[in-house]
């Protein structure tokens, strides 16, 4: 081999070198980001004079395995109807409830999180008394803050989960109180889907 072909052959080599060190190294974060997940459980139920219906759609953010952030909504509507056995009174009660709260999920074993989820709810009462024409509503609000915890599963298809919380305010005027003389413990399951998000470019 005379000079000027071992020059031209170390050129070569230089160069591929060079461009080997310049190539970005994709890593299967860049592949498969934190996902998006929507979901939610839903509350549905009845009997003799009685009916329930509840939603509770959640907007999550996994940010990795440890840590998901969310967004939450309370929608429910409940309806009962009854006589009472002591007057014969005929009484019909409605209760609609809207809320809306952020929440932090912490998962420190695989399948263990534990919850908390400052919130705020407004309830609407609507109630009449068939037998003597008379009727009256009512609307209160107020601020929960709930904590608890729960057993999920998660990956990139989606999440599943069951719940048990307890309102740590303990107001009154909450949801979780009305009617009760202590605070009730909250039970929730749900599931979600990925949502997939156009993703950010750079330039």
């Known amino acids: ?18 461009n080997a060190q310049d190539k970005t190294v994709i890593t ?19 009997g003799a004079g009685s009916f329930q219906l509840g939603l509770n759609p959640e907007l999550v953010k996994s940010y990795n395995e440890h840590f998901d952030l969310g967004a939450a909504m309370n929608l429910y509507y409940s ?17 609609t409830q809207f809320g809306m709260g952020a929440f932090v999920r912490a998962w420190p074993l695989e399948q263990f999180f534990i919850q908390v989820q400052p919130e705020y709810n407004w309830t609407f009462t609507n109630a009449k008394n068939f037998s003597q024409g008379t009727s ?20 990139e298809n989606g999440f599943s989960y069951f719940s048990i919380m307890y309102d740590l305010v303990d107001d009154p005027k909450s949801p979780y109180r009305i009617g009760q003389l202590t ?9 979600g ?6 993703r950010l470019k750079h330039p």
């Open 79 to 95: 309806n009962y109807h009854s006589t009472s056995l002591v007057t014969g009174n005929d009484y019909k009660t409605t209760n």
């Open 193 to 198: 889907f990925p949502i997939h998000l156009p």
């Open 1 to 18: 081999m005379n000079l000027k072909s071992y020059l031209f052959l170390s050129f070569i080599f230089n160069v591929l070198i060079c």
């Open 183 to 191: 605070a009730q413990p909250i039970f929730r399951a749900g599931f």
């Open 28 to 46: 299967n974060k860049d592949l498969l980001p934190s996902p998006t997940y929507f979901g939610g459980g839903i509350v549905l139920g009845g």
């Open 136 to 155: 009256g509503s009512s609307s209160v609000s107020a601020p929960s803050f709930l904590a608890g915890l729960g057993y999920g599963h998660r990956s």
